[in-house]
């Protein structure tokens, strides 16, 4: 999980709106908060647990105040109490590989004497795909109804809350862990609830509980009885249906099979024979008969069309000689009656010519009739009439239509006398009735039995939709059985596993809490004295750290194997080993959790809070938040640090105001003149 950003409206000392970038950078995982003290980090710090968790918070404000007054209490005094008061977060987690995005908005409102609180939820769950390597990329987040108001079990899933109250801890926890006395306790419930011990546990105890709850009442006896009694019906009318079911694939593969695959050889043997032949003779006979009735019909209509003019079509060159005559002939009949026109034009035009003019006139118009009396000039060889030209191409186009109309009657006399042979030819292969009569009449007999054969099995197959109507009818009974008595059903079910196998689980469990319990514990052993080495100034001190897994105490032990007494160590000491139970904690559980450190560097010497700034701070998780005053965090540690820095905010109180405001930057660089 990463903390992303963390928004404030009205909340607490935080007027308006006031928002905290928490992304950290690579290689640089600590977002670094300053303010003194009654300026807001632990109130920053409750936010983070409010927003996530509700009424279950573990928030330091709250004490033993009921949630409603908490929250009326956190609204900021200027705000309006009737608009009230919300807390945004936005962190990314890891889920199956894929990185999702989650925005959740508590927000609150005072509504007279009661107030309204509201849970919204917006996830991304595609944001890790659309990563890209320095490149920013802006959410989506769409609103879920469904983790709006289921959040308080997603939230568990995620970061149970036993988990984030190890994650998030202040200056109260750290004092708790320094007290060998108080320490044990929450050593025991960091182990069980970060290690997964406590789910075993919780196995342990569900089974305890879930063995004292089996058994049933009489009443629930006797709806079982019947659910038993309707089990076993249905149980006799599967095996009924299944022996059908069997019967009737044998009937269909056999018996039937059998008779179609003996009618199958028959029919082949009869095709064979030329049966199908014989069995069309009658069929062919007839058909003989209406194709020689169309052949000789179109034959008569060939001889029909023959005896129009179609003949003609062999004389087309005399034909031709005739047309040329008729149109000379007519040419001439028009040139003789061109010339009497002319004689008497030519006669009148003279006489209004003068004399001496018409000379030459009379000798053209003279050679102008010689040459057209040549043309008048015709033999005349067939006395043909006036229209004979048009009487000749009357005569084409009888020719054209009667040469088409013969030729697709000699097509269609040609293909019915193709066809006529056919049937001769299939008329002559039917066999003689005395071959094929006795596989004929096997045949009809092998086609009853098939039809014998069918019929059983229509009758097999009915019976087999009567078993599956009652093996229906049946379940159908038994399933508002069920559902009227799943309850009473799964109880008596699992009273007899459960008792059979709880003692038995039970017993494994524990062992398998014991081997847990104690693997966790060897390498939480291990992280821790690594953890409180490398923070320790005086190297010598503590060689060995032993938990005892029965009550959780701590053991140290010096060079010479002799045990320390906690009290011997100084506060700063004891202080440094609660930080590494809760450093090697993390180690255990892999890092994957952000750490929020409220007032860190209590009660320790410079030299200490050099091995936390240089050592701890930088390397406790991918992600951490440092809520610090400027005695903790001073100037010279703050460039000891600044490497591993992200980000890094000042809180700024007004003290006239009672109001917190977020500055970018710490007190010895930017922003740190906005400091009160």
């Not at 959040?151 to 007290?179: M, Q, T």
């Not at 063995?211 to 006896?221: A, G, I, M, P, V």
């Not at 004389?315 to 040329?324: N, P």
């Not at 459960?498 to 291990?526: D, W």
């Amino acid at each position: 999980m990463l903390l992303r950003k963390i928004t404030l409206e009205e909340f607490g000392a935080y007027r308006g709106k006031q928002s905290l970038d928490l992304t950290p950078k690579k290689n640089k995982p600590i977002i670094l908060i300053g303010g003194l003290n009654g300026c807001g980090k632990t109130t920053l710090l409750d936010a983070i647990q409010l927003v996530l968790y509700g009424a279950r918070a573990r928030c330091s404000g709250r004490a033993n105040k009921p949630y409603e007054t908490y929250l009326r209490e956190s609204i900021n005094r200027q705000a309006d109490p009737s608009r009230g008061s919300a807390i945004t977060l936005e962190f990314t987690v890891t889920v199956d590989g894929r990185e999702h995005y989650y925005r959740v908005i508590r927000n609150w409102r005072t509504s007279g004497k009661s107030v309204n609180e509201f849970l919204s939820v917006f996830v991304d769950e595609q944001f890790g795909d659309k990563l890209k390597p320095g490149r920013g990329v802006e959410p989506e987040g769409k609103f879920s109804r469904l983790l709006s108001e289921g959040w308080a079990d997603h939230i568990e899933d995620l970061l149970p809350l036993e988990v984030a109250s190890l994650a998030f801890f202040d200056g109260e926890k750290i004092e708790s862990l320094a007290d060998p006395e108080r320490a044990s306790s929450v050593i025991e419930s960091a182990v069980h609830a970060l290690l997964g011990v406590s789910t075993v546990q919780q196995l342990r105890t569900d089974l305890v509980a879930l063995q004292r709850r089996q058994k049933l009442s009489d009443e629930e006896q006797h709806l079982m009885d019947d659910i038993h009694t309707l089990e076993r019906e249905r149980e006799t009318v599967l095996a009924q249906h299944g022996t059908a079911h069997q019967e009737l694939a044998n009937r269909r593969t056999v018996e039937l099979g059998q008779a179609k695959r003996r009618l199958d050889s028959l029919e082949r043997a009869f095709a064979d024979a030329g049966g199908s032949l014989f069995e069309r003779r009658v069929e062919l006979e007839t058909e003989h008969k209406q194709v020689s009735a169309q052949l000789a019909e179109l034959r008569a209509g060939l001889a029909q069309v023959a005896a129009g003019p179609l003949p003609l079509l062999m004389l087309r060159d005399q034909l031709k000689k005739v047309r040329k005559q008729a149109e000379s002939e007519q040419t001439a009949a028009g040139v003789s009656q061109v010339l009497e026109i002319l004689t008497e034009r030519d006669q009148w035009v003279l006489d209004l010519l003068p004399a001496a003019a018409r000379k030459e006139i009379v000798d053209k118009l003279e050679a102008d009739r010689v040459e057209r009396s040549k043309l008048a000039d015709l033999e005349v060889r067939f006395n043909l009439p006036h229209d004979a030209l048009a009487q000749l191409a009357v005569l084409d186009e009888v020719l054209v239509r009667d040469r088409a109309h013969g030729a697709d009657l000699l097509k269609q006399a040609a293909e019915t006398a193709e066809h006529l042979d056919q049937l001769d030819r299939q008329l002559a292969a039917v066999p003689e009735q005395s071959k094929v009569e006795a596989l004929q009449r096997e045949r009809e007999e092998q086609l009853q039995a098939v039809a014998r054969e069918e019929a059983a099995y229509e009758r097999h197959a009915a019976q087999l939709d009567e078993l599956k109507r009652r093996r229906d009818s049946v379940t159908e009974s038994l399933k508002r059985a069920h559902k009227e008595f799943v309850r009473t059903k799964v109880k008596a079910e699992e009273v007899e596993r459960i008792k059979t196998y709880s003692e038995r689980a039970r017993a494994t469990l524990e062992r398998f809490r014991g081997a847990l319990l104690q693997r966790h514990t060897s390498r939480l052993e291990v992280a821790m004295l690594q953890s409180f080495k490398d923070l320790m100034r005086k190297q010598g001190l503590v060689q060995d750290i032993r938990i005892d897994t029965s009550k959780f105490t701590l053991t140290l032990t010096d060079a010479e194997g002799e045990r320390i007494d906690p009290g011997r160590l100084s506060a700063g000491e004891r202080q440094l080993l609660a930080v590494s139970l809760l450093w090697g904690l993390m180690k255990v559980a892999g890092n994957r959790l952000p750490n929020v450190i409220d007032t860190p560097l209590g009660r320790l010497d410079s030299r200490h809070r050099e091995h936390l700034v240089d050592r701890y701070f930088p390397n406790a998780s991918r992600q951490v938040l440092l809520l610090s005053t400027d005695e903790e965090i001073d100037e010279y540690l703050l460039g000891r640090l600044k490497k591993s820095v992200a980000h890094t905010y000042t809180l700024v109180h007004d003290d006239t105001e009672f109001t917190t405001n977020v500055v970018e930057g710490y007190w010895w660089n930017t922003g740190a003149q906005n400091v009160a």
